[in-house]
């Protein structure tokens, strides 16, 4: 058992609009008044045991627990606690679960309201979950057939390919042995004084934390915490758990066959044991830094993947910490088919190679800085509407990962002070000290060919090092070409619903625009673009084309930009592009915030008036292709949305996917010759909605689809279906 134990009160403040502390028994508690929704409280009981605490005739008493206690308690039987869930407005199920993990067990109620008598309430039921379960035998009994039915329910490929690749990275520690939901043969023989004895050893006070965040006064949740939980027993103080000593060292490599797995994985790894971290600025300054090394690599493993003849379809660089588990890992790791994976393995290593080798760009690392700093200003405007349901949650992770709390205020602060003083030399050094480890652990997973093994992926590996590679820079692109798309033309016909509140214009060459102002979710915006007739028009014959177009479109990029360089040139703002074809048109959309509305606007009116068709766009969508008739072929997921569909639709056309091969004999000049004509003339409507100025959402849409040559295409004759 692990006792929670970032300092409050150290170099990092909490939330200042939190109230923090502990009860005399040890108890943390964390209360976050929140209005959103008005009235709703969200509660968390976190109990610092998991997986981990568990020995090896153990393994999966702390996910039995977490089942026992909805089964009976010293206050409430099974049916008592039903009755009093719903006397309280909650559902069992939706307002009340629980999870386990490797290190923490979370309890979870979602209160309609936080009257003093639901508090109350709602903190005796958290008390007999730390101190009060019956452990009944004959409950026992039932929920271990509910738990071996769950052990086989997750027993899926990907669950088992998570396990093989724990127990390669992490040998000589048991991480890799104990995965939350138990094993077979455990749970099978699982007594009640085995669960009982865990019980007692680590459901204890000072081993876990209630999370309150809501519509509540602080001062009254103390109150009622200590009254209903304040005199239960603190419990033996407690020694970090020991999970065993890491041992990788070397090159080593592993491979992990299962045909069900919908893709093949290639990656290099670096492992490093970590002993006695604890959450301060200087941690939180290296982790910045590594999000800006690992952003800068990713960015570069994702123009390889869009290369011809490209050995993988996707990558990307990552550092893990999990301070609990005592363990960060430095990962490339590449999505591939069987036949590319030594070839992957060389990809890998020459970018892994390059990265330690050639100091980033100060371009690079800019782009780096203001995507990552957008992310932190994005997530702080949206707390300003973020439902207490979800405040909670980020608390739990945090209190889970040994994280002092603090605001989204000074996260942003931080990080932008942090980022301020970085060079592009200190990013480079960084990244390389985290595969400072001398350890290299080569994995590979998937529907591998029987030649691919542990030695020719070792040998990939090893040859690739031996071979001379050149690393050329790619050029960085700053500044969009689609910005003037001529004079705007008059407005013809606007209307106001006040019922609705929708704002309604008609522009002199026929495109309409609609305004829905709402502050449902604070500074975001949804931009909808509806043009021409879309699967109305499929050619007939062409089967598929739609889907082949959805895939394509976007990754075809602008004639003077491609989608890759529209990364680096909006890097640091928030927008966003999707297309896709529906029944009577077909939609070009969006996610942005109200300060770069203009440039998701700039950007769909690009792909109207500018789209490249480009073999990118065909290179990417076959990637997706090989993916789901993959999926289709190894999961029942993706054989009922294909096969299914069809069958209960009465084999429309227009549903499910014609054979693989007509799929990947699609070129972008069908893409082009289906609908540039739609693109050029067809009828066009806007639709934004969001946190928005109506005025300045007007004049955004005005001079840029505004501008738009006249639109002659009539809409189609059944506009307002759904789309597919």
């Not at 990552?372 to 949206?382: C, E, G, S």
């Not at 309604?504 to 500074?523: Q, S």
């Not at 014959?541 to 040139?569: M, N, P, T, Y």
């Not at 040559?709 to 189609?716: E, F």
Request: net charge negative; charged share 25%; glycine share 8%.
């Amino acid at each position: 058992m692990d006792e929670i134990f970032f300092e409050v009160g150290g170099d990092i403040p909490t939330d200042s609009n939190a109230v923090c502390g502990v009860l005399d028994n040890g108890l943390h508690y964390y209360i976050l008044p929140n209005k959103e929704p008005p009235g709703k409280v969200s509660m968390r009981l976190f109990v610092g045991v998991g997986s981990l605490m568990e020995s090896d005739s153990q393994r999966g008493v702390a996910h039995f627990l977490e089942h026992m206690a909805f089964c009976g308690s010293e206050n409430f039987s099974q049916n008592d606690l039903i009755d009093e869930l719903h006397r309280m407005g909650m559902q069992s199920g939706y307002h009340t679960a629980a999870t386990t993990g490797f290190t923490e067990t979370v309890y979870r109620l979602e209160l309609p309201m936080g009257t003093r008598q639901m508090l109350n309430d709602a903190l005796l039921i958290f008390r007999d979950y730390l101190t009060g379960l019956k452990l009944a035998p004959r409950e026992l009994d039932l929920e271990r057939m509910v738990i071996l039915n769950e052990l086989r329910d997750i027993n899926l490929p990907k669950h088992r390919d998570m396990q093989a690749n724990y127990n390669f990275l992490f040998p000589g520690s048991i991480i890799g042995k104990r995965f939350p939901v138990g094993a077979e043969n455990a749970i099978g023989e699982m007594t009640v004084d085995d669960v009982r004895n865990f019980y007692k050893k680590f459901y204890t006070p000072n081993a876990s934390a209630v999370v309150v965040v809501g519509d509540v006064d602080p001062q009254m949740v103390i109150r009622c915490l200590k009254h209903t939980m304040g005199d239960i027993p603190p419990g033996r103080s407690s020694q970090p758990t020991d999970t065993g000593k890491i041992k990788a060292s070397g090159i080593c490599a592993n491979v992990y066959r299962d045909a069900e797995l919908p893709q093949v994985t290639v990656s290099i790894n670096a492992v490093e044991p970590l002993k006695g971290m604890r959450d301060s600025k200087e941690l939180r300054r290296k982790n910045i830094y590594d999000r800006v090394g690992n952003h800068v690599v990713t960015r570069r493993l994702e123009r390889l993947s869009k290369q011809p003849n490209a050995s993988f379809d996707a990558g990307e660089s990552s550092t893990t910490y999990s301070m609990r588990n005592g363990v960060r890992m430095t990962s490339i790791t590449l999505t591939t088919d069987g036949d590319r994976v030594l070839e992957a393995m060389r990809t890998a290593e020459k970018a892994l190679r390059m990265a330690m080798e050639t100091e980033f760009s100060p371009a690079e690392v800019e782009k780096a800085k203001a995507a990552i700093l957008k992310h932190y200003a994005d997530k702080l405007n949206q707390s300003k509407s973020k439902q207490s349901t979800k405040l909670a949650n980020r608390w739990v992770r945090a209190i889970g990962n040994n994280h002092v709390p603090t605001s989204l205020e000074w996260d942003y602060e931080f990080a932008k002070g942090v980022m301020a003083a970085m060079t592009s030399a200190d990013a480079w050094q960084a990244y390389r000290e985290r595969w400072a480890p001398t350890n290299r652990l080569l994995y590979a997973s998937g529907n591998l060919p029987r030649n691919i093994g542990e030695l020719s992926l070792h040998a990939a590996y090893t040859k690739s090092q031996r071979e001379f590679s050149r690393f050329d820079a790619h050029p960085i692109a700053e500044t969009f070409a689609y910005k003037d798309f001529g004079k705007p033309g008059k407005i013809i016909l606007n209307s106001y619903d006040k019922e609705l509140n929708l704002y309604c214009y008609t522009f002199e060459n026929g495109v309409r625009l609609n305004i829905k102002p709402t502050t449902c979710e604070a500074g975001k915006v949804f931009v909808h673009v509806r043009f021409g007739r879309g699967l109305l028009t499929e050619p007939r014959g062409k089967e598929g084309l739609a889907k082949f177009a959805a895939w394509s479109f976007v990754e075809g990029g602008l004639d003077r930009h491609s989608c890759d360089d529209l990364q680096d040139i909006f890097a640091g703002r928030t927008w966003d592009v999707c297309f896709d074809v529906g029944v009577d048109a077909f939609i070009l959309s969006g996610r942005t915030i109200r300060e770069d509305l203009d440039d998701e606007l700039m950007l769909l009116a690009a792909y109207i008036v500018d789209p490249a068709f480009s073999e990118a766009g065909a290179h990417e969508a076959q990637k997706v292709i090989t993916r789901v008739y993959s999926e289709a072929e190894s999961v029942i997921e993706g054989a009922s949305g294909h096969e299914g569909q069809q069958f209960f639709k009465n084999n429309s056309p227009f549903l499910g996917y014609p054979s693989q091969k007509v799929m990947t004999d699609y070129t972008m000049e069908d893409v082009r010759d289906w609908f540039v004509e739609e693109l050029r003339d067809g009828y066009i409507e806007i639709t934004i909605v969001g946190d928005v100025d109506v005025n300045r959402a007007f004049d955004g849409a005005h001079k840029t689809f505004g501008a738009l040559n006249a639109r002659t295409g009539k809409i189609a004759a059944t506009i307002g279906a759904a789309t597919m």
